[in-house]
């Protein structure tokens, strides 16, 4: 039989479950725990096992199917026994839930409760719109679709959009697909112009050039992004994947190191 255990937490629903559980018991409780569901929405389960001996062969095919249909309905479930049956029962109906489970022996109830009480990392957060992205680039043509896919997130977000050219060596695009090795006869003055220059291409070329700030740095991509990105607490980081030079090997260390340590969502939009 089933019966029901007062909780003070609105969230978790507890019942304790005694003997063998028949059909006739199933058909009593379970209309009530639907209603509480549609009513308050996912729930945890806190449930007792008392003497429990099991279920009869139908009772049995109606826990499997509640448990089925109304898997996304439960954040947790504990289990508060003292049987290693009934621990290895929990194992097994972990095979057909994605709702976490876990099995506490009679001692340990006050430490399921607390389980159940705890924020789980599985709950959703809302989703925010993002107010700031950061739009990293070589500058070359190949990564163009990734600028037009910035400047559409921002305009569907009403976010900031920054462009940021992070130089790790001297090599500069003017409008064709290859760089220029630069270094060999600039100096600095002239490399910066240089850089500047290819910066104001690259945002006309891609209408950027009004509404979005530019940034060049020197440096290595790999951890200039990253680091620009969390100084600004930018939203989004949007790159692209085929360029020829610097970005070009993001896919490579640079994306591991954009993708593992930005402290944002990443979008890699493909050339």
């Not at 099991?54 to 089925?68: H, I, N, Q, V, Y």
């Not at 049987?83 to 972990?94: D, S």
């Not at 610097?246 to 969502?265: I, K, M």
Request: charge should be negative; aromatic fraction near 8%.
């Amino acid at each position: 039989m089933f019966e029901i255990l007062p909780t003070n937490d609105k969230g978790v629903f507890a019942f304790r479950a005694s003997g063998k559980l028949t059909d006739a018991d199933y058909q009593q409780f379970l209309p009530g725990l639907e209603a509480l569901i549609r009513e308050s929405g996912r729930l945890s389960l806190y449930v007792e096992l008392e003497d429990f001996r099991g279920w009869e062969p139908k009772a049995a095919w109606d826990d499997l199917r509640f448990g089925l249909q109304h898997d996304r309905d439960f954040k947790r479930i504990a289990i508060v026994g003292d049987k290693r049956l009934e621990q290895a029962g929990i194992a097994l109906a972990g095979l057909f839930m994605h709702t976490e489970m876990r099995f506490f022996h009679k001692s340990e109830s006050k430490a399921a409760w607390d389980w159940l009480q705890e924020k789980t990392e599985r709950e959703l957060q809302p989703v925010q719109a993002y107010r700031s992205i950061l739009l990293a680039t070589d500058l070359s043509p190949n990564s163009e679709r990734a600028a037009l896919r910035a400047r559409e997130l921002a305009e569907q977000h009403g976010a900031s959009l920054e462009v940021l050219y992070v130089a790790e060596d001297m090599a500069f695009y003017t409008n064709a697909s290859e760089p220029i090795d630069a270094g060999l006869v600039l100096d600095e003055e002239d490399l910066r112009v240089q850089a500047e220059a290819g910066m104001h291409r690259f945002v006309e070329r891609t209408g950027l050039d009004k509404g979005a700030t530019q940034q060049i740095q020197w440096g290595n991509p790999k951890w200039a992004i990253v680091s620009w990105a969390r100084e600004k607490q930018v939203d989004l980081i949007v790159v692209g994947s085929h360029g020829r030079h610097g970005l070009g090997r993001l896919l490579g260390s640079v994306s591991n190191a954009v993708l593992h340590q930005a402290p944002c969502d990443v979008l890699v939009v493909r050339s």
